[in-house]
């Protein structure tokens, strides 16, 4: 087995799994729902942060979604709605089959 195969059973496996690091949650993309298994990365959100823009809180969060199971890539400035909460995409990269999404909630 290659290594590009590893990685793409890992994503199953290991990576979307519940008891390891994903949740399941329901997204909302286009105005349709979609109840998929989610990874919110905290961690490598903070090292990516940038300062907020004058008194206005960025509420951001960083996502991972298997790339099947949502219908294509969200353009940056689609409203995204994670378990209820609405969020605008900042940034979408498609890597080995996994959304990479970061998102931003103006709060004030």
Known sequence: MSLRDQIFDDIDGVFLNADDFAEEAIVNIG???????????????????????????????????????????????????????SYFVTNCVNNFGMYEIRMGANRT
């Open 31 to 85: 105005g349709k729902d979609y109840q998929v298994m989610v990874v919110q990365d905290d961690d490598t959100l903070l090292e990516r942060t940038d300062a907020a823009a004058q008194g206005t809180y960025l509420g951001e969060k960083l996502i991972f979604i298997k790339a099947a199971d949502i219908p294509g890539r969200p353009a940056v400035g689609a409203r995204i709605t994670l378990n209820g909460e």
